[in-house]
């Protein structure tokens, strides 16, 4: 693990608020010079602390407005089947987000899609006729009340 100090901290955490900051602009935040700010960030990026920058969009105005949790169970547990399962979860652009899990589901996926009638042909048409898949249990989002994509680093 890389030794961080306070400096890369704050640092890490203004990337985390705004990733386009200039360094000049981040310079001014930790009020370091921008040289010391581009050397830091380059050692930060060279090390995968920080892995990339994108843009966030907003998936409502995008007509992405149904959120939803998915608990999947394997038909088979064995290597095999749970990689078939791994592969299908990656490459559908639907699965924001995708977990192994301990207890009664195996899997546990955030999914995003335009529609309820969007959800029911992505669980009938792609998850459940997949051979990997033995059971779906759907929760749908009513509302969001906490989204951070900031990790708490005391920055």
Do not use: C
């Amino acid at each position: 693990m890389t030794a961080l100090d306070a400096v890369d901290l704050r640092i890490l955490d203004a990337l985390q608020e705004a990733g386009d900051l200039t360094n000049q602009q981040l310079a001014d935040r930790v009020h370091l010079s921008a040289s010391q700010v581009s050397r830091r960030r380059a050692r930060l990026e060279a090390d995968g602390i920080i892995r990339r920058y994108r843009a966030e969009l907003d998936a409502g105005r995008l007509g992405l407005a149904t959120i939803v949790f998915i608990h999947v169970t394997l038909a088979r547990h064995n290597a095999a089947n749970a990689r078939r399962f791994r592969d299908l979860a990656r490459r559908l652009p639907e699965i924001q987000e995708a977990y192994a899990l301990t207890g009664e589901a195996d899997y546990l996926l955030k999914v995003v899609v335009g529609s309820l009638p969007d959800l029911s042909a992505f669980v009938n048409d792609v998850l459940l006729p997949h051979e990997s898949i033995s059971q779906v249990r759907s929760e749908v989002v009513l509302e969001t009340l906490s989204e951070r994509r900031s990790l708490p680093i005391g920055g």
